[in-house]
C-alpha cells in the first residue's frame, strides 16, 4: 500500500482528532476567556465574559458553603483541635514556658525592658508589703503575740518569789504601751522592714523556672501538662461553636474568592487541575481519532 493512500486512510482519524483537540482546548480556555464582556453595538456578545469571570460570585458562594458544611464541620475542627498531637503541642509549650527562667520569659511576655521590669517589680514589693502591714494592722496579731509573751513570763517566774510581782496587772500595764509602740512603729516603719524581704524573695522566685516553683506546691511536670489538657479539652469544648460562629468560614471563603482578580484565579484552578485539565483536552483528540476511525468503518 502506498504511503499517498495510507496518509488518505489516516487522514479522517487524523483531522478527527486535531478538531477534538482543539475544540476541547478551547472549551478550557473559553472557562477564563474573555475575561470581560465584549459588546457589539451595544449588545453584549454571547458567552462574554468566559463561565468563570462571570460565575464568580455564585462559585465562590458555592465553594464557601460547601467548605464549611462538608469539609470544615464542628466535629472536624473538635476532632482535630482536641486530637492527641493537638493536645501534646499545648502542653509541651506551655511547660517549655515554665521550663525557662522566670525574669526572661515574663520579658518577653511582656515586651517590657529591664527598667520597666525592676520599676514593676519594685512596686509589686512596695504593695505586698502595703498589704501585710494593713492585715497585720486589722487582726489581733500584736496582741496574740504580746499575751503569749505575757502568759510565758508568767510560767517562768510561777515558781519564784517574782511571781507576786508579775501578775496579770503588772503584765498590762507593760503591755499596752508596749502594744502602742509597735502599732506606731508598724505604721510608721512597716514597710521598710517588709520591702528587703519581699525583695530578696521575688529575686530569688525569678532566677528560677516556673517548674521549679511549682515544686515547691508540689505540683510536677506531669501535674502541670494533665492540668492544661483539661483546660484545653474545656476550652475546646465550650468555645469551638462561637468560634465557628464568629470566624464565618463559608463568607471568608467566598470574599477571598471574590477578592481574587481572574488572572489569580486562573493560577489558582490551574495549579490545582492542570492535570486534569490537560487530560480533559488530549481526550477531546482521542474520541475525534476514534471517531474518525468509526467514519471509515461505517
Do not use: C, W
Not at 43 to 54: A, C, E, N, Q, Y
Not at 143 to 154: M, W
Not at 178 to 201: R, S
Request: hydrophobic content about 45%; cysteine-free; aromatic content about 6%.
Amino acid at each position: 500500500m502506498e504511503f499517498t493512500e495510507i496518509l488518505r486512510i489516516l487522514a479522517g482519524p487524523l483531522i478527527g482528532a486535531v478538531i477534538g483537540y482543539f475544540t476541547n482546548y478551547i472549551a478550557v480556555k473559553m472557562l477564563f476567556y474573555p475575561k470581560k464582556e465584549l459588546r457589539l453595538f451595544g449588545k453584549r456578545l454571547p458567552l462574554t465574559p468566559g463561565v468563570i469571570p462571570k460565575g464568580r460570585p455564585r462559585i465562590a458562594s458555592s465553594v464557601g458553603e460547601v467548605i464549611e458544611n462538608h469539609l470544615l464541620t464542628r466535629e472536624d475542627f473538635t476532632e482535630h483541635l482536641l486530637s492527641e498531637r493537638a493536645e501534646k503541642t499545648v502542653a509541651d509549650a506551655v511547660v517549655r514556658k515554665l521550663s525557662g527562667n522566670v525574669r526572661e520569659e515574663i520579658l518577653s511576655f511582656t515586651n517590657a525592658d529591664s527598667s520597666a521590669y525592676e520599676q514593676k517589680k519594685a512596686a509589686l514589693s512596695q504593695a505586698v508589703s502595703v498589704q501585710i502591714v494593713n492585715a497585720i494592722q486589722s487582726s489581733d496579731a500584736i496582741e496574740t503575740v504580746l499575751a503569749a509573751f505575757g502568759d510565758a513570763l508568767k510560767q517562768k517566774v510561777s515558781a519564784s518569789p517574782l511571781m507576786l510581782l508579775v501578775n496579770d496587772r503588772t503584765i498590762n500595764k507593760v503591755m499596752q504601751p508596749t502594744k502602742e509602740m509597735l502599732d506606731t512603729m508598724l505604721a510608721e516603719h512597716g514597710t521598710e522592714y517588709i520591702v528587703p524581704v519581699i525583695d530578696g524573695k521575688l529575686s530569688e522566685a525569678e532566677q528560677n523556672s516556673g517548674l521549679a516553683l511549682l515544686e515547691h506546691f508540689r505540683i510536677d511536670e506531669q501535674s502541670v501538662r494533665n492540668a492544661v489538657t483539661n483546660a484545653y479539652r474545656n476550652i475546646v469544648s465550650q468555645s469551638v461553636d462561637s468560634l465557628l460562629q464568629s470566624v464565618n468560614i463559608s463568607a471568608l471563603v467566598e470574599d477571598k474568592i471574590n477578592a481574587m482578580s481572574i488572572d489569580e484565579l486562573e493560577k489558582l484552578v490551574q495549579d490545582v487541575m492542570k492535570k486534569e485539565l490537560n487530560a480533559i483536552i488530549n481526550l477531546g483528540a482521542l474520541i475525534g481519532f476514534i471517531l474518525g476511525l468509526l467514519n471509515l468503518l461505517f
